[in-house]
């Protein structure tokens, strides 16, 4: 009788192994596609992901886009511009667990700090070279120039940037393997949330000045 727990033990630590990749990322298709039907979420229905259309109702233009094809505006003041392609923009990527972006730089435009919570991220540069970079939870820097035809890989979860550190507009494309990554901006949550994050948390926490904590947030308009 004393090995049944052992026994027990054993076989929720295998449960647990075979179901971690179910996890990781996106739910597996149960079907050959399941293209998103953006009209379902005008009703009162809500899921975790969008429904899907009907197979007769499906074309071949759910499963394209040319979303990335023109290089976003870049005039602005951190003077970069992401261009999603994700399942709010092709229907046909609803249940396949990858997404793309394209990023265009200004020169030494930077995409700041930010996460991806729902994936990881391989980014291509295709013109330019990137100064790239991730901070690990115990806050080390792993860091690197990153040149047209190079690649780097930044973990799910964690806080990254890159920098164009040249003269002339960059280009890099990045892959995600969650239909829907989510981005959220370490300024932006910390400046721009609605309602505001107290300005005496931002104080202990940064050790500023509460004057310089509100000029800051008068920097970044709130989304909601």
């Known amino acids: 009788m004393a090995k049944f727990p052992v026994v027990l033990l054993a076989a929720c630590a295998v449960l647990l192994a075979l179901a971690a990749p179910l996890v990781a990322g996106d739910p597996d298709m149960l079907q050959d596609f399941c293209v998103?039907?953006?009209?379902s979420l005008e009703g009162p229905l809500r899921l975790n992901g969008f429904p899907c259309k009907r197979p007769e109702n499906v074309t071949a233009d759910d499963f394209f886009s040319g979303v990335l094809a023109a290089p976003g505006n870049t005039g602005n003041p951190v003077g970069s511009a992401v261009t999603a392609a994700n399942v709010e923009k092709v229907p046909g990527l609803n249940?396949?667990?990858?997404?793309?972006?394209?990023?265009?730089?200004?020169?030494?435009?930077v995409n700041p700090p930010h996460t991806h919570p729902r994936a990881t991220?391989?980014?291509?540069?295709l013109e330019g070279s990137l100064d790239i970079g991730f901070i690990t939870t115990s806050g080390k820097l792993f860091a690197?120039?990153?040149?047209?035809?190079?690649?780097?890989?930044?973990?799910?979860?964690?806080?990254?940037f890159q920098r164009n550190n040249g003269g002339t507009p960059a280009v890099a494309i990045s892959a995600f393997?969650?239909?829907?990554?989510g981005t959220q901006s370490v300024a932006m949550a910390l400046f721009g949330a609605t309602p505001p994050v107290p300005t005496d948390v931002l104080v202990r926490a940064l050790q500023i000045d509460g004057g310089v904590v509100e000029a800051?947030?008068?920097?970044?308009?709130?989304k909601y």
């Open 177 to 181: 393997n969650s239909q829907l990554p």
């Open 95 to 109: 249940t396949m667990g990858v997404s793309m972006s394209r990023v265009d730089y200004a020169p030494w435009g």
């Open 36 to 39: 998103a039907d953006y009209k």
């Open 144 to 160: 690197r120039t990153v040149c047209k035809g190079e690649l780097f890989v930044f973990p799910r979860g964690l806080v990254h």
């Open 121 to 125: 991220e391989i980014i291509f540069v």
């Open 216 to 222: 800051i947030k008068s920097k970044f308009q709130p």
